[in-house]
Antibody, heavy 122, light 111 residues
Framework: QVQLVESGGGVVQPGRSLRLSCAASGFTFSNYAMHWVRQAPGKGLEWVALISYDGSNKYYADSVKGRFTISRDNSRTPLYLQMNSLRAEDTAVYYC???????????????WGQGTLVTVSS | QSALTQPASVSGSPGQSITISCTGTSSDVGGYKYVSWYQQHPGKAPKLMIYDVSNRPSGVSDRFSGSKSDNTASLTISGLQAEDEADYYCSSYTSSSTLYVFGTGTKVTVL
């Protein structure tokens, strides 16, 4: 069955960096675009980034543009989110999610990870 | 890109129908078919309930239905049940460089 497992969260000081990973299994990872979505404590969902199935196109929310980088390794299965210059407002649970349709930059679909908590605090 | 506008809360009695609205612009909700709805219970990951405005993934109850008119999408829950109590979020593709945007979220309470 399809499974997405995030890792790499933790407590980090403002201005530092952190890299999140998302391990995928149960489907052909290289056929699907992938999303990162985050949720600050007690707040709503915020779309963060998307990478196309082949890694050739990347899109970011304005709030993270220039600081976060989404990437993927289709030779294995990890999806990554490199987060630099972290701010207190980046504190959130970060979810990876598979797009609804293969080969297209479609919305987050029926498969999400359980999330990993990132806390930015001094 | 601003978040899509949803009512903060909607409530109904068991068996009733409720509708949650999601208002955007012609650059997002009104312009594209990629409108989705997600259900989220506390401490859990979101669950896709509706995609492409009105399509239900397999396994989602047919009590959930979606529609769109101009710049507003709607999620209707018929025959409200206790298990439907959760937060609901809409999402849309947007022509801005950010590509996707979520709604502000609606807390559904079953009275």
């Amino acid at each position: 069955q399809v499974q997405l497992v995030e890792s790499g969260g933790g407590v980090v000081q403002p201005g530092r960096s952190l890299r999140l990973s998302c391990a995928a299994s149960g489907f052909t990872f290289s056929n699907y675009a992938m999303h990162w979505v985050r949720q600050a404590p007690g707040k709503g969902l915020e779309w963060v980034a998307l990478i196309s199935y082949d890694g050739s196109n990347k899109y970011y929310a304005d709030s993270v543009k220039g600081r976060f980088t989404i990437s993927r390794d289709n030779s294995r299965t990890p999806l990554y989110l490199q987060m630099n210059s972290l701010r207190a407002e980046d504190t959130a649970v970060y979810y990876c999610a598979r797009a609804t349709q293969p080969y297209m930059t479609t919305p987050p679909g029926g498969y999400w990870g359980q999330g990993t908590l990132v806390t930015v605090s001094s | 890109q601003s978040a899509l506008t949803q009512p903060a809360s909607v409530s109904g009695s068991p068996g009733q129908s409720i509708t949650i609205s999601c208002t955007g612009t012609s650059s997002d909700v009104g312009g594209y078919k990629y409108v989705s709805w997600y259900q989220q219970h506390p401490g859990k990951a979101p669950k896709l309930m509706i995609y492409d405005v009105s399509n239900r993934p397999s396994g989602v109850s047919d009590r959930f239905s979606g529609s769109k008119s101009d710049n507003t999408a709607s999620l209707t829950i018929s025959g409200l049940q206790a298990e439907d109590e959760a937060d609901y979020y809409c999402s849309s593709y947007t022509s801005s460089s950010t590509l996707y945007v979520f709604g502000t979220g609606t807390k559904v309470t079953v009275l």
